[in-house]
T-cell receptor
């Protein structure tokens, strides 16, 4: 069965902290994505990666960075967390540009 | 860039048919896919159209017209459990996948 696992379901961090969100997939997919989801705004693409050590900016990369050292793992990094980064973060993986499989999401609150 | 537009809310009666539309503007386009998301859950993949026409998967069908930059998701024999948010998504160049803002479907008895 397809599986995308995010390291935390809920996370509370303080303003200015460095935050790591981890995502692991077991499907040998080349493509991995990080989205954030906010009410009324849908899913907005932060970063994506189509191969190990490769990364591309999505639509809202400011304040974020990513790391893909291994094919199965894609990490999202908030260099200095701010309250406007409070959101639901969703990781996904896919073989092509479609049929993305999502993790269960991490609800991050920055206080 | 890429943008996809969907209606924000749709209400339909149990047992009826409902159509959720999606128009898109993308720089590079590979196909349109649809996802369902229940409150508190993660999006789950429903269907994908790479070519013009209708794709049917059980009670759900999806349609694409590349010339009109338009697609829709058709849900038949609506059930209460179909109450959820539905997102269209476009695959563009360099494996970039962008989502619309979502349509909240409410099924009423």
């Amino acid at each position: 069965d397809v599986k995308v696992t995010q390291s935390s379901r809920y996370l509370v961090k303080r303003t200015g902290e460095k935050v790591f969100l981890e995502c692991v997939q077991d499907m040998d997919h080349e493509n991995m994505f990080w989205y954030r989801q906010d009410p009324g705004l849908g899913l907005r693409l932060i970063y994506f990666s189509y191969d190990v050590k490769m990364k591309e900016k999505g639509d809202i990369p400011e304040g974020y960075s990513v790391s893909r050292e291994k094919k199965e793992r894609f990490s999202l990094i908030l260099e200095s967390a701010s309250t406007n980064q409070t959101s639901m973060y969703l990781c996904a993986s896919s073989l092509e540009e479609v049929a993305a499989f999502f993790g269960q999401g991490t609800r991050l609150t920055v206080v | 860039g890429q943008s996809l537009e969907q209606p924000s809310e749709v209400t339909a009666v149990e047992g009826a048919i409902v159509q959720i539309n999606c128009t898109y503007q993308t720089s590079g386009f590979y196909g349109l896919s649809w996802y369902q998301q229940h409150d508190g859950g993660a999006p789950t993949f429903l269907s994908y159209n790479a070519l013009d026409g209708l794709e049917e998967t059980g009670r759900f069908s999806s349609f694409l017209s590349r010339s009109d930059s338009y697609g829709y998701l058709l849900l038949q024999e609506l059930q209460m459990k179909d109450s959820a948010s539905y997102f269209c998504s476009a695959g563009g160049g360099y494996q970039k996948v962008t989502f619309g803002t979502g349509t909240k479907l409410q099924v009423i008895p």
